[in-house]
């Protein structure tokens, strides 16, 4: 293995949530960064305290032991989701769960190789990197839909005398459906407990020349310009590099603290988990 770690951060902070249902992580072989969702019907089945949790916490463990590999990341999440099913099968033995009750993640990953690295991606974490020229790859799929909800919260009536949870009940029903096209062709592909998503999950590889600089965030780190629109999403990576994963957070933290009631932005959490690794890598020439 040939390429090399020059310098990294991680952050990965909670949100208003009880938990974070984040988790990210870096090792020599590669770096991931992972959002959890917990199913819709409000129900914790294999946790006390979150099935997101639970389940963003299993695939950190499990990629912190399985990331070294010599096999594609396609091979090891197969592997990984086909643990995971069986566990979870065993957790909730004689327990009445529907689709909607079910966690599942959004997921970035990127595995360093000889000289090129690979990225595996499901929902809508992104990957950002600079070989150069900046660039960035992202499942858009449930922006599209999430879209489609903040539409709907935009156009409610007396929005600002509405408390946040009052606003979030009014457009459930789309959220439940919007939730119910998951993993299906006609909606988007995210990590859950199905293999068909391994396969639909947006795969490859990159070469890498010399340097490359790379971050993997999570929506509630890149709402800072997707959603809110007060950075500029082609520039994100360069300021992460000049400026640290740290002052784009501060900057998502301030922008919703000034917007406590999210009446400005609506939007499902008034304060999100955020989670972001950056890393430059080189390639270690042999000599």
């Known amino acids: 293995m040939r390429l090399k770690i020059k310098n990294c951060s991680l952050l990965c902070n909670q949100g208003t949530a009880p938990y974070n249902e984040d988790a990210a992580g870096i090792t020599p072989f590669g770096v991931w960064v992972l959002d959890g969702a917990t199913g819709l019907n409000g129900k914790n089945i294999v946790s006390d305290e979150s099935d997101a949790r639970w389940y963003s916490q299993w695939w950190n463990n499990f990629l912190h032991e399985n990331i070294y590999r010599s096999d594609s990341l396609k091979e090891i999440m197969l592997d990984g989701i086909r643990s995971i099913k069986e566990e979870y099968k065993e957790l909730v033995e ?103 998503a391994i396969e639909n999950s947006i795969h490859g590889y990159i070469q890498v020349e010399d340097e490359m600089k790379i971050m993997l965030a999570s929506d509630g780190f890149t709402c800072a310009s997707d959603r809110y629109g007060i950075l500029k999403e082609d520039e994100l990576i360069y300021i992460a590099e000049k400026m640290g994963i740290e002052y784009i957070f501060n900057q998502v933290r301030e922008f ?30 042999e000599k």
Do not use: Q
Not at 183 to 195: A, P, R, V
Not at 259 to 282: C, G, H, N, Q, W
């Open 94 to 196: 004689g327990k009445d769960v529907k689709k909607l009750d079910l966690p599942s993640s959004s997921i970035a990953i990127v595995k360093f190789r000889d000289d090129m690295i690979e990225y595996f991606l499901l929902g809508d974490c992104s990957f950002f990197y600079n070989d150069g020229e900046r660039k960035i790859i992202k499942d858009r799929s449930i922006c599209h839909l999430d879209d489609k909800v903040y539409d709907e919260m935009i156009r409610i009536p007396n929005l600002d005398k509405l408390s946040f949870n009052e606003i979030k009940a009014r457009v459930m029903n789309t959220i439940i459906d919007n939730r119910m096209k998951k993993n299906t062709k006609d909606g988007y592909w995210i990590l859950d407990f199905s293999e068909e």
């Open 256 to 285: 919703e603290e000034d917007d406590y009631k999210a009446i400005k932005m609506p939007r499902f959490k008034v304060m999100d988990d955020s989670t972001a690794v950056y890393a430059e890598l080189y390639n270690k020439k």
